[in-house]
């Protein structure tokens, strides 16, 4: 896709600070411009050794994802790098599931954010940090997104003996968080296999940041 704008351009924009990163993750920014809103996730302001490796890594993983992810409802759209150290992306207006009340969530909801999440391992990506309720919103027609993709696998990349154990750390964050928000709605095969999820041990030992690819931002 074409840049909707540079680096260069950001100066004169209308620009938002969402997030402000510490040394080890991005500032996240949401910029308008022409009636079109976007999210910006920027590596360039941390320490140049960060950045040049741990940022440009994560912008390109993440980049990759939406990439691949493309087209899918509830994945952030039209991803483009605006350099090494920053990807950007479509905002998506709503609310993080963190902050939101059940009695502000459809009981569409994870129906939906199930299927999502399916959608998303048709195409061979597991996210690996669905537990983290900032990672999901719900958007303000009341349907699921899932962002951040800094801790997301391509599992053409991964030995296929892994490939159950990853989908099915998602599949335990889908329904963690259903069980969390929306626990009359969770049925009984679901609610067994959330159980029977939660008692693998390599499945604790995975889950929340695995394979070392975030650090904690402290703000
Ligand atoms: N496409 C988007 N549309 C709307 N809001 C977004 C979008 N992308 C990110 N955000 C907002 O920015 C927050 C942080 O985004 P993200 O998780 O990708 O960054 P992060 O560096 O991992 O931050 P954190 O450490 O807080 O998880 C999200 O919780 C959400 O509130
Ligand atoms: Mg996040």
């Excluded at 040394?23 to 040049?52: M, S, T």
């Excluded at 939906?112 to 027609?141: C, G, P, S, W, Y």
Aim: glycine fraction near 6%; aromatic fraction near 10%; charge should be positive.
């Amino acid at each position: 896709m074409v840049k909707p704008f540079t680096r260069k351009d950001l100066a004169g924009k209308d620009v938002e600070i969402i997030t402000k990163g510490r040394w080890g993750n991005a500032d996240l920014y949401l910029l308008h411009q022409g009636g079109e809103n976007w999210v910006i996730k920027d590596f360039f302001p941390c320490p140049p050794l960060i950045r040049k490796t741990w940022g440009r890594f994560m912008v390109r993983r993440e980049f990759l994802a939406l990439r691949t992810l493309a087209g899918i409802q509830g994945i952030p759209a039209d991803p483009f790098l605006l350099d090494a150290y920053a990807v950007g992306y479509r905002f998506q207006p709503g609310n993080t599931l963190k902050v939101t009340p059940p009695d502000r969530i459809p009981d569409t909801f994870f129906f939906e954010f199930e299927q999502l999440v399916l959608a998303m391992h048709q195409r061979n990506m597991v996210h690996l940090d669905i537990r983290n309720r900032k990672n999901i919103l719900v958007t303000d027609t009341g349907r699921p997104a899932l962002l951040d993709f800094q801790s997301s696998l391509n599992l053409e990349n991964t030995p296929r003996m892994l490939h159950k154990i990853m989908k099915d750390i998602d599949i335990s964050g889908v329904y963690k968080n259903w069980s969390k928000k929306k626990p009359a709605l969770l049925d009984e095969n679901r609610r067994a296999r959330l159980a029977s999820l939660n008692k693998k041990r390599i499945l604790w030992f995975l889950k929340g940041y695995p394979l070392g690819t975030r650090t904690d931002r402290r703000t």
